[in-house]
């Protein structure tokens, strides 16, 4: 299948910092999608990605789909405790979404 | 409440046994999914289905086999067949297959 890298692999911050993380790839990607799992449970769906360059909301989450197609970034802004979770990132090409290896978020009160 | 259900939440099977794990949603979506998660790795695509009475086998479909009787359930069996079955299983929905996919709580299956 499609390799995504997604770094970095964990972060330790204190809370009310900022948080970034992307994925890259070597294939181009037609949809990017931001999800956060917590243990022992299902991916929750943060952000969708449609188009090249496209930059969307979604409270203190904003992602960014890279203009080559490629890549594509999260942050956080202001992370309070229940911000930690794992955070996968999710490239679709033809019929499947090919996911990253997560980003482990530790928030420090 | 709109969703997708997968029961049981915890499954435990002694090595040799097929088990069939549950998947149910009623958001009337036509593509499904079933993924694998292991410690520390991303999910991988164990077979999809895009509409009733079809299916896709995904990146690591072998010792697993579907069903897609009916637009609601996609129900999938771990055969004595998989070498390594113990794993955290996954179900997802979308509108179609390129549509962002929404999951499940997940099964965590345990095989001794």
């Known amino acids: 299948g499609q390799q995504l890298n997604q770094s970095p692999q964990s972060m330790f911050i204190q809370e009310g910092e900022d948080v970034s993380m992307n994925c890259t790839s070597s294939?181009?990607?037609?949809?990017w999608l931001w999800y956060k799992q917590e243990p022992g449970e299902g991916p929750v769906l943060l952000i969708a990605?449609?188009?090249?360059?496209e930059l969307t909301s979604n409270g203190r989450l904003t992602a960014q789909f890279g203009i080559t197609r490629k890549d594509s970034f999260l942050n956080i802004s202001a992370s309070i405790p229940s911000d930690v979770g794992i955070y996968f990132c999710a490239g679709q090409s033809g019929n499947q979404f090919y996911f990253g290896t997560g980003t482990s978020l530790t928030v420090i009160p | 409440d709109g969703g997708i259900t997968q029961s049981p939440k915890y499954l435990f099977r002694k090595e040799g046994q097929n088990v069939t794990l549950s998947c149910e949603q009623n958001l009337n979506h036509d593509a499904m999914y079933w993924y694998r998660q292991d410690p520390g790795q991303g999910l991988r695509l164990i077979y999809y289905s895009q509409i009733v009475n079809d299916f896709q086998k995904g990146d690591i479909a072998e010792g697993y086999s579907v069903s897609r009787e009916k637009k609601e359930s996609f129900p999938l069996t771990v055969t004595s067949a998989q070498k390594n079955p113990t794993a955290f299983y996954l179900c997802?929905?979308?509108?179609?297959?390129?549509?962002?996919?929404?999951f499940g709580p997940g099964t965590r299956l345990t095989v001794t």
């Open positions: 990605l449609y188009k090249a360059g």
């Open positions: 997802a929905s979308s509108f179609t297959a390129t549509y962002e996919q929404y």
């Open positions: 294939s181009i990607f037609n949809t």
